[in-house]
């Protein structure tokens, strides 16, 4: 099986985007009514592999003994949005073009998506913001909403912006319900929502977006030790979801921002380049502290040990799900060279998703659709039904069948055919390397819960 040749980061997205929505990963928002930018929906095949992969990061981040499981709410009290620095400074310098009205980011400008025609395919920005750009404006990237009926400045809420608030502001309910001790961490999966000027690059930048955050709480002096520690398991944590080392690498911030003592990226290398899919601070006792002061609430942890009071520091750990699973998408997108089993050569599309999180696990196939073969399809599907996400398919060659299992990354095909008659076996294939053995029918199970690690 030999690798096809290599496509320009254009032509793999276009393909990727188009899989995704022909196989049912991911599809605009609101397609039938010409989309909404920056806003995508995850199909039946997106949804298992974006549960997939938020199942693994809580069980990696929370099936420990220092950190502690959270669900907080979307809206928050305004003056959260305050104490953490969003509403004055979650802000992103804008311009518009005269001519096409389009909006931008000025650190983002791109020539061709402006609809100024005079200037499309110029490198120099700086050309262009002279008299073509109107001079740069801040805007506020949180959503805004009231709550209750009057839409009055008291009545304001915002969507959050990031999860980690809803964490901070719990610290001590998390703390006093399960009596940890400081070092521990708290977790949390959920939506935000920012009102990016300029969405692009499919998932990788929308207006909602899922981040699975955690805020590992330590004594100041011990921060950097931890920082090391999360930034280790991070890193871990992809390779062993399949993410190729050579597409991950940390990329250390040298601008901090003035709270913050230490801030690495994990970037990955995606076809337009290499983008950040996670944040790890030091965080200082930035958070907590600001908390404090804008809540009137002592948030100090009291070690009973050492008998001293203090504000403990964060260790931030901050993945976006969705970005993530973009990651993903890219990282198992191959297309290869394979025989098609008459002496000919064929171009198969694979998705060579790690067990873990490929959306359907197993694909059960009878070869015809007669001798029996179908029933016992059925009855070995409907026996496994109930552990894994198992797909029965009888339409179509059985090359065909696993063409289609290919695209959807499913690691393994079992075959009902002839020889199942006679001795009870079946085959299996294996997606990447597609070799063939035969198991006895009453094996399968067994085998897929050996080989998926469940
Ligand atoms: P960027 O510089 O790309 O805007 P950021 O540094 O603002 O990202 P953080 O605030 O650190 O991002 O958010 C943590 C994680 O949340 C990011 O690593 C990313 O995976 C995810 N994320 C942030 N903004 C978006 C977005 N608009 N769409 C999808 N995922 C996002």
């Known amino acids: 099986m ?119 395919g110029r490198k120099a920005v700086k050309c262009q913001l002279e008299g073509k750009f109107t001079s740069a404006r801040q805007f506020n990237l949180m959503f805004k909403s009231y709550i209750g009926p009057l839409e009055e400045s008291s009545a304001i809420v915002y969507l959050r912006p990031e999860t980690a608030q809803g964490i901070y502001v719990n610290f001590h309910n998390v703390k006093d319900s399960t009596r940890q001790k400081v070092p521990f961490g708290i977790a949390q999966i959920g939506k935000a929502f920012r009102n990016e000027i300029n969405t692009k690059n499919f998932l990788f930048r929308t207006r909602e977006f899922e981040q699975m955050e955690m805020q590992f709480f330590v004594k100041p002096g011990s921060d950097m030790e931890w920082f090391s520690y999360w930034k280790e398991e991070r890193r871990k944590w992809y390779l062993d979801l399949g993410m190729s080392a050579d597409k991950i690498h940390f990329h250390e911030h040298e601008k901090l921002a003035h709270y913050a003592s230490a801030a690495f990226d994990i970037e990955f290398e995606f076809p337009f380049g290499w983008g950040e899919i996670e944040g790890i601070h030091n965080r200082t006792g930035y958070d907590l502290g600001r908390h404090q002061e804008f809540s009137g609430k002592n948030l100090e942890y009291y070690d009973d040990e050492a008998k001293e009071k203090y504000i403990p520091f964060v260790i931030e750990t901050s993945a976006g799900a969705s970005r993530g699973c973009m990651a993903f998408l890219c990282n198992a997108f191959a297309e290869e060279e394979a025989p098609t089993g008459d002496g000919k050569v064929e171009t198969r599309t694979v998705m060579k998703f790690h067990p873990k999180l490929a959306p359907v696990k197993a694909a059960i196939l009878p070869l015809v659709r007669k001798d029996g073969m179908p029933e016992i399809g059925t009855k070995l599907y409907d026996e496994l039904k109930n552990s894994f996400k198992v797909f029965y398919d009888e339409s179509g060659t059985v090359g065909k069948r696993y063409r289609r299992m290919d695209e959807v990354g499913t ?44």
């Not at 938020?54 to 669900?71: A, F, H, I, Q």
């Not at 690691?411 to 390397?433: M, W």
């Open 2 to 120: 030999a690798e096809k040749k290599s496509n320009t980061g254009v032509e793999f997205m276009d393909k990727l985007v188009s899989l995704c929505k022909r196989r049912g990963f991911i599809f605009q928002s609101s397609e039938i009514y010409g989309g909404l930018n920056g806003c995508w929906d995850y199909g039946p095949m997106g949804v298992e592999l974006l549960n997939n992969l938020k199942s693994s990061w809580w069980k990696s981040m929370t099936y420990r003994d220092n950190v502690e499981g959270l669900d907080a709410s979307i809206l928050m009290h305004p003056r959260v949005w305050e104490a953490s620095g969003h509403v004055e400074n979650f802000t992103d310098p804008m311009v518009d073009c005269k001519e096409c009205k389009a909006r931008f980011r000025e650190d983002q400008i791109d020539e061709s998506s402006c609809g100024n025609r005079a200037y499309q």
């Open 411 to 454: 690691p393994y095909c079992i075959t009902i055919d002839s020889e199942t008659l006679q001795n009870q076996t079946v085959t299996v294939r294996e997606r990447d390397s597609m070799k063939q053995e035969r198991i006895a029918l009453d094996a399968v199970r067994a085998f897929l819960f050996e080989k998926l690690e469940m």
